[in-house]
């Protein structure tokens, strides 16, 4: 079993930065493929940045390509997303999530079997 919690949610103006961190416990951390999605009110949950396990290949939605890193600390089990130039359109819940098997593509919601409770972004212009 793994669980999962974010933090570093918060309130920012346009063009600021935010960091989140995803923390899982469990052992079974270095063998997930991990992701951040984000779920606006109103919308349906969405992909915002994945990383494959074994590749260490990124993927970003082309929102936020550019402005978003994910990276992940297999030492510390923290998976983390670094959000630079934010526009009030990425204000939403952000969630990670964990893939016990390597999705059909990096987005795909139904895929990951393990997902933090969220941390809220709000960024005002």
């Known amino acids: 079993q793994v669980q999962l919690m974010e933090s570093g949610g918060g309130s920012v103006p346009a063009g600021g930065s935010l960091r989140l961190s995803c923390a899982a416990s469990?052992?079974?951390?270095?063998?997930?493929?991990m992701a951040w999605f984000r779920q606006a009110p109103g919308t349906e949950r969405e992909g915002v940045a994945g990383?494959?396990?074994?590749?260490?290949?990124?993927y970003y939605d082309d929102s936020v390509r550019g402005r978003f890193t994910i990276s992940r600390d297999n030492a510390k089990n923290t998976l983390y997303l670094q959000m630079d130039s934010l526009k009030p359109e990425d204000t939403a819940i952000y969630y990670c999530a964990a893939a016990g098997r390597a999705p059909p593509t990096w987005d795909t919601v139904g895929a990951y079997n393990y997902w933090g409770q969220g941390t809220q972004v709000t960024v005002s212009s």
């Open positions: 469990g052992s079974m951390y270095d063998r997930l493929d």
């Open positions: 990383i494959d396990l074994l590749s260490g290949s990124t």
